[in-house]
């Protein structure tokens, strides 16, 4: 009897932490594409696909499908020196809110070399002395860098 009670409990605990492992593989890695002229765009819909394009590949385009709000949780800027993001983000007229007002002192990406960012739109309240352009890359090399909205 003792088997029988134990074995139905240990089954419960697989198919729980299945479960569990499956929602978790969804939010970081379940990710659609699309492909337009011959280019191949990962879409970006939640605020942890855009915190994630690092483990995605910094060398992807990705293309941005709805308004995201951005949390408190601490940014990590997308890209490094010693490994800069080099792909494409378009923010495809959607917008980013909240990303100046909460995290004033960082910029979206930390690091670009021959990257296109582009039609980005921070959302924001706080106006004052931002310039919008400086929140979208700290440093950047032989980048593409156009169409940068505020609101």
């Given at each position: 009897m003792t088997?029988?009670?134990v074995a139905p409990f240990f089954i419960g605990i697989i198919i729980v932490a299945a479960s569990?492992?499956?929602c978790q593989q969804s939010d970081?890695?379940?990710?659609?594409?699309?492909t337009l002229n011959g280019k191949?765009?990962?879409?970006?819909?939640?605020?942890?696909?855009?915190?994630?394009?690092?483990?995605y590949g910094l060398d992807k385009n990705y293309m941005q499908q709805n308004d995201i709000e951005i949390s408190d949780e601490e940014w990590i800027p997308i890209g490094t020196?010693?490994?800069p993001f080099t792909g494409s983000y378009n923010g495809n007229g959607f917008k980013i809110i909240g990303f100046t007002?909460?995290?004033?002192?960082?910029t979206?990406?930390?690091?670009?070399?021959g990257a296109d960012l582009y039609n980005i739109t921070f959302s924001y309240k706080n106006t004052e002395n931002i310039d919008i352009e400086e929140k979208v890359c700290k440093n950047e090399?032989?980048?593409?860098?156009?169409d940068i909205f505020s609101e």
């Open positions: 088997k029988k009670k569990l492992t499956a970081t890695r379940g990710i659609d594409t699309i191949e765009y990962y879409m970006i819909a939640t605020e942890l696909q855009l915190r994630s394009i690092s483990t020196s010693d490994n007002d909460k995290h004033s002192d960082s979206l990406f930390g690091s670009a070399n090399d032989k980048c593409q860098i156009y």
